[in-house]
């Protein structure tokens, strides 16, 4: 009984941490690193609130009130 207590507990714990979500800056340079891995030139990624994107959605951050757009320049 202890060890489910203590399993559920850590999973309760887990799934705030991941609810959460990463800093807005963070992932917007994971994504640039990916583009400029692929060889992508002339693009913007911008951070913006929630349903006000112009461009295409690439990523949602800070607990999903944050998205990050992608535009070609």
Known sequence: MKRWLVASGLMMLA???LAAGKPCE????EIAAKLDAKGVQNYTLEVVDKGTAAGKT???????TKEIVYRRD
């Open 15 to 17: 799934t705030s941490a």
């Open 26 to 29: 963070e992932l917007k340079s």
């Open 58 to 64: 690439v990523g949602t951050c800070e607990g999903g």
